[in-house]
Nanobody
Framework: QAQLVESGGGLVQTGGSLRLSCAAS????????MGWFRQAPGKEREFVAA????????YYANSVKGRFTISRDNAKNTVYLQMNSLKPEDTAVYYCAARRNSGSYTSVDDYNYWGQGTQVTVSS
């Protein structure tokens, strides 16, 4: 059974950095677009970043552009999210997801595999 497992979350001060990892198991996702989403308390899940199957193309929400970097290592079946210059408004549960064969890179509805999430808390 396909599974995505996130790790790397934690508590960090404003301006700090974290690197999230998403390890896939049960099947290969090397030909699948992958994304990171986040959900803060009382808010809807929102798009953060996405990467196409080869890693050549990346997409970012305006709120994280220039601060976050998505990457992937298909040999390890793993996707990463490097988060720098973190702000309190980045506090949320971060989810890794695998996109369907086609669709938008930014829509929650176009992703059909999800991890359990990892908490990121940025203190002011």
């Amino acid at each position: 059974q396909a599974q995505l497992v996130e790790s790397g979350g934690g508590l960090v001060q404003t301006g700090g950095s974290l690197r999230l990892s998403c390890a896939a198991s049960g099947r290969t996702f090397s030909s699948t677009a992958m994304g990171w989403f986040r959900q803060a308390p009382g808010k809807e899940r929102e798009f953060v970043a996405a990467i196409n199957w080869s890693g050549v193309s990346t997409y970012y929400a305006n709120s994280v552009k220039g601060r976050f970097t998505i990457s992937r290592d298909n040999a390890k079946n793993t996707v990463y999210l490097q988060m720098n210059s973190l702000k309190p408004e980045d506090t949320a549960v971060y989810y890794c997801a695998a996109r369907r064969n086609s669709g938008s890179y930014t829509s929650v509805d176009d992703y059909n595999y999800w991890g359990q999430g990892t908490q990121v808390t940025v203190s002011s």
